[in-house]
């Protein structure tokens, strides 16, 4: 899978009282193979270069780099140029002129984009790729433990494959409340999991020998040729069964 | 009719494929007094009831193919687009086709519904076991029935058929469907033995179909066994010539070289094809493949053979190729709507050298040409659709003829926009091919024909001075004209050091008579007529003593 890169935002802290941020840090979305991102702040395109820095994407594909602005002179909604360029991967790059966001972790208020603070303790950036992430990794838990009870006739542990799956869709609906989630993004995350649990469920058949884990397994490879067309239709990206999670698109 | 075509089958099936099977069954159990009047009729036993019923399953299934295929007459001539909307070839005995359609389901729904229950007994040997299997897992009894009343038996229905959620459930669960099993089965053993070749270094790569549960495996040592290049199915498995592309559309030269035309296909495209067989072996089981395949392989086109095999037919119907007759039954593929066919990739602005095909073109040998290409596809399908990303076509440039030993070279073969080089005089083909992914490039090939002037000196290895030695030029070359006849030359010769003297030196074979023992340049400059003067200079020394 080639790289991608994507332009998340930037945003302002320890805003001075004439709303002038004394650090910005930017935000870049990776997905596929790329270690290192290469950002570079500029006034305008073609401006000189204010700030570079070579920042590693986190678990959930984001890579920060936080810059000093020292005396501040950008105020808070200044359009800035950015440049991400993926220094140690396959070759990617992207650029966007973005805003300066200056708001700050939750005050405990009841949050939303005009209460001025995030409603959570990261920015958009960090916080939707990590409960996405988080979504996908109950899903396919939750999905992998019914079937192991299925394999096992182990009631609870069924139970407990239903629960996780239940808190997925809990997970899910955070998600999908405070975060635009791309319709590629969110089915490529099912496709994946679907996909994943599919050869578990093969691997959980033949160790078992069951009939109920199989059919099981039968069914979740169609849901995984019904989202593969939603997909194609759509004319997504299909994610890998090999793709590693870190490098699926969860924003 | 496909309906009466369904229950004669099921009825056949019952009496002649299941019954054997679940009276030997009954028989064995000591149960026969309570079935007298079937019983009397079949006294078969185990393993006899097992073989005739297998004998019997092939037998109608043989019967039922070749009703439906002397039902389907494919023009044996030109592409064919079955369409429902009356588009097709006529079929004056169709009744007969939808009949054995529906006799071929219905006869697989029962062996679907039996076999789970015999095959246990048949593996161990003891009726019992089936019994009891049954007791212990009334879940095979409930998915075998599921799988036999819920998703076989509907295929009768067109419009079930043409579903693409339906074609998705009848693949997946073809898996447990024990009439594919003897294709699926030899599919296994096929895939595990280039599986086997991979670890030696084969290239090998498998990717799973996820839409019909089928598994892919590209290349491998097995793949020679079959009419390259190409591909093919064994129940859920289906393998595919290595040469195809995988993600990009590319072209094979058939068996009979270049100038036999040009096969466009993809593995894109040979999926869907390949995933059909999957759904017919799904339908009819296994026997329907195998018949199919050899109607496909053994018989002429004539006798609907090959590409227009009643088998291939119906598969075809899962890609819609816009070139290759198909059978409106499968689901549509992704990207289509209804029943509507693929639509053939279509040629923009494409010339050579700015010219378009079927313009004359004239060259000096060694020359480069600047190629320009254009295609598009107005449904971006199969290719685009189905690789979100991939290019809607694909396209090539290739010399289809050229000079003997020529060696023109095309530095992109694959892309649109390129150059190309002539070393050699004569006439050339040069072709450019489109392809959507799809079986066929339906828009042809736009040809050019460039012709290239060379000029060839034949000289002694050595000459005498003051005596005269001969200089050929006949082997000059400037290939063809449009209609065929040979380019007329001119032929100016010129000798250094200039005290030579050359008798006529338009003619393309001269006299020079050396007047002093130094080396002798001997040089020749052609010129085609009637081509804006296209013209190539060639020299050749020639020591004098």
């Given amino acids: 899978m080639a790289c991608t890169l994507q332009i998340g935002g930037i945003n302002g802290e320890a805003v001075t009282g004439g709303s002038l941020p004394t650090q910005l840090r930017v935000y870049v979305r990776r997905q596929g193979n790329c270690d290192q991102v290469e950002i570079t702040v500029r006034v305008t395109q073609n401006g000189p270069a204010m700030f570079t820095a070579v920042a590693a994407p986190d678990n959930n594909g984001t890579a920060t780099a936080g810059f000093i602005v020292e005396p501040p002179i950008f105020a808070c909604g200044s359009p800035l140029w950015v440049e991400a360029r993926c220094a140690a991967g396959d070759e990617c790059s992207a650029t966007a002129q973005v805003s300066i966001d200056c708001k700050a972790p939750s005050d405990g208020g009841p949050g939303g984009p005009n209460n001025g603070n995030w409603p959570w303790p990261f920015p958009p950036q960090l916080f939707c790729p990590l409960i996405g992430r988080g979504f996908t990794l109950a899903l396919f838990t939750g999905i992998v433990t019914f079937l192991t009870g299925v394999a096992m006739a182990l009631p609870p542990v069924i139970g407990a494959g239903v629960a996780i799956v239940v808190a997925a869709f ?5 998600w999908r409340h405070w975060c ?16 994943r649990c599919l050869l578990a469920g093969a691997v959980l058949t033949l160790f078992f020998v069951s009939v109920a884990t199989l059919l099981c397994t039968l069914a979740i490879g169609f849901a995984a040729g019904v989202v593969t067309n939603r997909l194609r239709k759509a004319h997504c990206h299909l994610p890998s069964m090999t793709t590693p999670l870190t490098q699926l698109p969860l924003w | 009719m496909l309906i009466v075509g369904a229950v004669f089958g099921a009825v056949l099936a019952f009496f002649f494929v299941a019954g054997p099977l679940t009276i030997a069954m009954a028989i064995a159990l000591g149960l026969s007094p309570v079935l007298p009047i079937i019983g009397a009729l079949t006294q ?5 009831g097992t073989v005739g019923a297998t004998i019997s399953h092939i037998l109608f299934s043989l019967i039922a193919y070749v009703m439906a295929a002397i039902a389907t007459p ?4 030109g592409p064919v687009t079955v369409t429902p909307a009356g588009g097709g070839f006529p079929m004056p005995w169709e ?16 062996v679907t519904l039996t076999l789970p229950f015999a095959l246990p007994w048949v593996f161990s040997g003891l009726p019992a076991v089936s019994l009891l299997l049954v007791a212990a897992s009334p879940l095979l009894a409930i998915a075998a029935t599921f799988i036999a009343v819920v998703i076989v038996i509907p295929a009768f229905a067109p419009g079930v058929a043409a579903n693409s959620v339906y074609a998705g459930i009848l693949g997946w669960t073809a898996w447990i469907s024990p009439p594919t099993w003897p294709a699926t089965g030899l599919g296994l053993l096929v895939c595990i033995v280039n599986s086997i070749t991979a670890l030696f270094g084969a290239p090998v790569r498998w990717v799973p179909e996820f839409w019909t549960g089928s598994l892919m495996t590209h290349g491998g040592i097995l793949y020679p066994f079959w009419r390259a290049p190409a591909g093919y199915n064994l129940g859920n498995f289906y393998f595919l010539d290595p040469r195809i592309g995988a993600t990009t559309p590319e072209f094979i030269p058939p068996a009979g070289g270049m100038a036999g035309g040009f096969i466009g296909l993809t593995a894109d495209g040979a999926t869907l094809h390949e995933t059909g067989h999957t759904l017919n072996a799904a339908a009819f089981g296994s ?12 018989f002429p086109p004539g006798l609907n053979g090959g590409p227009r095999a009643y088998a291939e037919v119906l598969a075809e119907a899962h890609l819609r190729d816009s070139t290759q007759p198909w059978f409106p039954f499968w689901a549509p593929p992704v990207g289509l709507t209804a029943l509507t066919p693929n639509a053939p990739p279509t040629f923009g602005t494409t010339t050579v050298d700015g010219l378009p095909p079927g313009a004359f073109l004239n060259y000096s040998a060694g020359a480069s040409l600047t190629l320009s290409g254009a295609s598009a ?3 971006s399908y199969p290719a685009a659709t189905l690789i979100p990303g991939s290019p809607a076509t694909g396209v090539r440039w290739v010399f289809t003829t050229q000079p003997a030993g020529a060696g023109a070279a095309i530095a992109g073969a694959t892309t649109a926009a390129t150059t190309a080089t002539v070393p050699r005089g004569g006439d050339y083909t040069l072709a450019f091919v489109a392809t959507d992914g799809a079986q066929l490039p339906t828009a042809g090939a736009l040809v050019f024909t460039p012709k290239v002037v060379e000029a060839v000196v034949s000289v002694p290895i050595v000459a005498v001075v003051d005596q005269p030695f001969t200089a050929d030029g006949s082997m000059s070359t400037a290939g063809a004209d ?5 380019l007329p030359l001119t032929f100016a010769w010129s000798v250094a050091p200039p005290s030579a003297v050359i008798a006529d030196p338009t003619l393309p074979i001269i006299s020079v008579t050396p007047s002093e023992t130094a080396p002798h340049v001997v040089t020749l400059t052609v010129t085609a007529a009637g081509a804006a003067g296209t013209s190539h200079t060639a020299s050749s020394a020639v020591p004098v003593s």
């Fill in chain 2, 74 to 77: 494919v023009p044996t001539a």
């Fill in chain 2, 482 to 486: 449009l209609a065929g006849a040979a």
């Fill in chain 2, 287 to 298: 026997w329907f493949n195998y018949v199919g395949w050899a109607h496909q392989n053994f």
């Fill in chain 1, 180 to 195: 635009a989630i791309p319709y590629c993004y969110f089915w490529g995350a099912i496709l994946w999991v679907l996909k």
């Fill in chain 2, 95 to 110: 009744f007969f086709e939808r009949f054995a359609r529906g006799w071929l389901i219905g006869m697989n729904a029962v």
């Fill in chain 1, 170 to 174: 809990g997970i899910l609906a955070v």
């Fill in chain 2, 377 to 379: 596809d107005a449904d």
């Fill in chain 2, 44 to 48: 078969w036993q185990f393993p006899v």
